[in-house]
């Protein structure tokens, strides 16, 4: 008994050897794949950084670029009454227009080409 003990305590030992050994040669690869990592993550913080810096600097623009249009045109209809209602009459009747064609087109279209809530009889319709 007391052999297989010895032997028993033997092979741990070797076996805690091993597994230093082992720790000792992974240990520098796994720091080498940590520090990688931790350079990724500051390239893609770097980065979304500079894209939200970006991003803030297009909307400050926009805004700006949107409020001097709201001036100039306030300041069109404040000064031009009369061609702001002619404008406004014209772009009415050619809104209207487009609508009606586009009605009047999905209506002279075979059934293939309507809308599937379109498509059924006048009968099924009704109901």
């Known amino acids: 008994m007391e052999n297989s003990a010895r032997k028993l305590a033997i092979t741990a030992e070797q076996a805690h050897h091993a597994i230093d050994q082992l720790t000792d040669v992974a240990r520098p690869a796994v720091w080498r794949t940590a520090a ?52 406004a009459l014209v772009a009415g009747f050619l809104i209207s227009q487009l609508v009606s064609f586009t009605r009047s087109a999905r209506r002279n279209a075979g059934p293939q080409n309507r809308p599937p809530e379109e498509r059924a009889t006048p009968l099924a319709r009704k109901r």
């Open 36 to 87: 990688s990592a931790h350079q990724m993550v500051d390239r893609i913080s770097s980065a979304t950084e500079r894209g939200a810096q970006r991003l803030e600097r297009t909307a400050a623009r926009l805004l700006d670029a949107e409020q001097h249009l709201v001036a100039a045109s306030r300041g069109f209809v404040r000064d031009n009454p009369l061609k702001t209602a002619g404008i």
